[in-house]
């Protein structure tokens, strides 16, 4: 399945230096159905260290990791809603995007100066980009329930169900709160579908700082006390990185990398984090195809069925399907060969109710 995570955040926050770093990960696109891609579009690979495990045990030809699509998206400034800077545009390419990466500056530095009165404030800058997004959204909410109205007197179902889900987000707007503080169920979220709203999309905080800078979070700045306690109040997602130490290691390889980190003081790979982060932030998890020919790893949505994960790797797995051998990846790797698994009753026959777990190794029958 294609996913794609939009960037975004103020102009000199490090968003496009966290883009670059990403595009270290970045794979064949060839080998994934993404519709367009362009100079500010990479498909990076999600890190799994179970995928070269499983290419060795098969001997394959090819290793293919699973993958999501991230976007660069121009930087926003207040007023967008209202057509400041790219404005639209640039919120349409967020409606596009499955999910979104917001990168927040929580260092100092006199020679970047930030766009909002030259001062460092996470907590302010989270709350102007989400504002443009909720206003964008209350335009978005406002001329549909105008257009649909008719319908919705006539009595359509579909109108109805569709007005009664924006009639529960528009006061939550209003409020200057994202739509999913609307606390939506799935069908009222299947009503509105179709009309993308961005504050209905998860959101990832990316708090990016900079080696030997003044960070926050290693000043006790109550500026990063006070962001923690506004992201846990929301229960948000967050991760912090290094996009630039991140961006300066991307060509350096193995025990060398490891050596600059301890360096730069910079232990952690942020950028595996975010990755990892955002698969898990949008419920999918991994099973895989292993053989002579290649080792892959496909992504599926979490509590997917056998034959709707089977549709990731064609429809007739859906359609056709009758049953599936599975064994899990890491009974696989005990045994030491398939075959070997087999012997020990580990490899399963599943049919359609089966949900698929991460880590579970398929072969499907149709």
């Known amino acids: 399945m294609a996913l794609s995570i939009g960037i975004v955040g103020l102009p000199n926050v490090g968003k496009s230096t966290l883009f670059k770093a990403l595009t270290d990960k970045a794979v064949l696109i060839a080998n994934y159905p993404f519709a367009t891609i362009d100079p500010s579009v990479g498909v990076v690979a999600v890190p799994d260290g179970r995928l070269q495990k499983l290419t060795d045990l098969s001997h394959s030809a090819k290793t293919i990791p699973a993958a999501i699509e991230f976007v660069d998206i121009a930087g926003l400034v207040k007023g967008a809603a209202e057509g400041q800077g790219l404005g639209n545009q640039f919120l349409q390419h967020i409606r596009e995007t499955d999910a979104i990466a917001e990168v927040v500056r929580i260092f100092e530095d006199g020679d970047i100066t930030h766009v ?141 990398k490891e050596t600059l980190r301890r360096e730069f003081g910079v232990l952690d790979d942020g950028i595996n984090d975010l990755i990892r982060g955002a698969y898990r932030m949008l419920g999918l998890i991994s099973f895989f195809t292993t053989g002579e020919d290649e080792t892959r790893a496909w992504t599926v949505k979490m509590g997917s069925t056998a034959p709707e994960a089977g549709t990731a790797i064609h429809t007739d797995f859906r359609d056709k399907f009758i049953r599936a051998e599975v064994v899990a990846y890491d009974k696989l790797m005990e045994a030491g060969s398939y075959a070997a698994a087999r012997e020990k009753g580990w490899v399963r026959t599943e049919g359609k109710e089966y949900i698929v777990k991460d880590g579970d190794v398929i072969e499907f029958k149709i």
Do not use: C, W
């Open 116 to 256: 909002e009165e030259g001062q460092i404030d996470p907590v302010r800058d989270i709350e102007i980009i989400n504002l443009e997004l909720v206003l964008a959204d209350t335009q978005t909410v406002s001329k549909r329930l105008a257009n649909i109205e008719r319908d919705a007197k006539r009595g359509d179902k579909t109108a109805l169900a569709e007005q009664a889900a924006l009639q529960k987000i528009e006061p939550v707007l209003a409020a200057g709160k994202l739509a999913t503080a609307a606390k939506l169920s799935g069908e009222e979220l299947a009503a509105i579908k179709a009309l993308h709203l961005l504050t209905l999309k998860p959101i990832m905080y990316v708090l990016n700082k900079k080696a030997g800078g003044h960070n926050l979070d290693e000043m006790n700045d109550e500026r990063y006390a006070k962001l923690i306690d506004f992201l846990d109040g929301m229960g948000a997602t967050r991760v912090t990185v290094d996009a630039a130490i991140e961006g300066e290691l991307k060509d350096v390889a193995g025990d060398e």
